[in-house]
RNA sequence: GCCCGGUUCGUCUAUCGGCUAGGACAGCCCCCUUUCACGGGGCAAAGACGGGUUCGAUUCCCGUACCGGGUACCA
């Protein structure tokens, strides 16, 4: 292929929330649009007006901004080749369609919905159980193939409705080089006379395809690996089209499948099993039913975008852990694994962890801040804040974590685990905790370190294994057996917050 | 049915003919920590099957099996 300038899209169809694969297919366009400094094109393929979803479009970008995966060319962001909506680019469709009429590679078809439906069933036998509109079946349609030349035109003057179909040609192999899979071949007599422009006057995703492609200048073209059978009518409508040379180059990326059983992964087996496809919630405005997405359930972006990139990609060593930046300088579509891969949900979450454990505290500070306060958290102070989140965070998977925590560091728990204690309580405990607070009451230092050594000191004189005042003590200031190491839990809190518990505490056992 | 694609530990994957088949997640055990984690150490776990080609195949070729995708006036 000739060296263009890079210019690649996602395209997809706004029909509802944006679902793993369709991320990841971004993603695949993005870092290959950064790396070799070209262009990323977003364009919304709504050429099926029955299946127009309010919202879906926003959504789109939203999730886009949201992974930080933005488009340089979008319907919102503009462009050389705008409009960038398909349906705002129907006129363009139906020219292409008539020239590939006239020049022989088309036809018109009158048949009905009715007709087509009673084709599939007379045709349909035990070894054909799907016929098609093919070279054979054709000679029995309603087309301008099989119609007399006054009659077709008799019927176009009527105003009746038609489509017009791609005429496959017979027996001819067909091959392109993926740049996954290598070569990849086709027998047009295996392929149908797909519809290219639709009875309402829109075009198919095969003519859009590839008309919008090449009037946009698109050089490399990745898609899921659910395409791969049509790509002989693309590679045919490049041709005929006379646009061979400009055909971008294709990628087919392997599917993402459910964990267990088989299949592609759908939003039907988040809902079963428990966590999210899409990328950020999504109501559905016709039903209102809502699905939850990995945003929502605490992912940070960086870790989604991660965890995908995983999945069918590696850099040939065992780094598993890259920032977008990385990807865009390592990434290349020919080390794209070929098979599909399971989801696995709790690698995503690991992925999620680490991003959690090696993000700075003032970095993670906004999320988790927000977190905390659709959970009632009263936080106010920013610089507590990124104290408690630097101490919890290790232990925090996915960002609701922060709120068991670290929810204690700005309140007083309201339910404390005495059951925890009160097994082992004894007079010399109460005694210890008495004498505890009458020493941290004077007490000059209120230090990590100094409070340790100062509680040791003083359960060394009463004769106290510290280890037995350890789990009384977190429970008063934590209200269970959680968080991060008791005395920079009391350092953070505070003398008064500190002995405020234990008082609070030792009146309940 | 037909067409296309795929096939390494339970899962994601490394290996571009030399392998005692490596890593990660999950699992199990131990250490650390008298919370829970984090961290460290260890165990267990794989080349679908059958033929070739080759001194040598996980790697190349063929067949079979299995899995996936497609087979719409949906994308």
Redesign the pocket.
Known sequence: MTKRKVRVRF???P?GGLHLGGVRTVLFNYLFARKHGGDFILRI?D??Q??FVEGAEDYIQDTLAWCGLVPDESPVHGGAFAPYRQSERKERYRAYAEQLVKDGYAYY?????EE?EQM?IQFKT????????NQVIREQMRNSLTMPEAEVQALLDAGT???IRIKMPKDETLTFTDMI???????TS???D??LL???G?????L??VVDDYQMEISHAFR????????PVHLLLWKYLGWEEAMPEWA?L??I?K?D????LSKRDGDRLGFPVFAMDWTDPKTAEKTTGFRERGFLPEAFVNMLA?????D???Q?LFSLEELVEKFSME?V????????Y??A??FN??WI?KTPADQLLPAVKSALLANAVPVTDDIVLEKVIGLVK???TLLPDFVQQSAFFFSQPENIEISAIQPKWDDKKNLFFAELIRAWELSTLWEASDLEKEFKELAAANQL????L??PF?IML?G???????FDIAEIIGREATLARIKHTLQLL
């Open positions: 395209a997809p169809s029909t393929e050429t099926d029955n299946r078809a009158f048949d009905t919905p087509l599939r035990a070894e054909n159980p799907s016929p098609q509109y409705t038609y489509v899979r290598g070569e990849v071949s086709f027998n295996q392929v149908d797909k519809v639709k009875g309402d829109m075009p198919t995703y095969h859009a395809v899921g690996e659910e395409w791969l059978p049509s790509a087919h392997p599917l499948l964990p059983g088989n299949g592609k995983m999945l069918g990609w590696n040939g060593t065992d598993e080390r694994h070929k098979g599909g891969a399971k989801f696995d709790e690698k979450k690991w962890h680490e454990k290790e232990r925090c294994k510290p280890g037995e350890m789990l977190r934590v269970g057996k959680y968080g991060p190491g008791v």
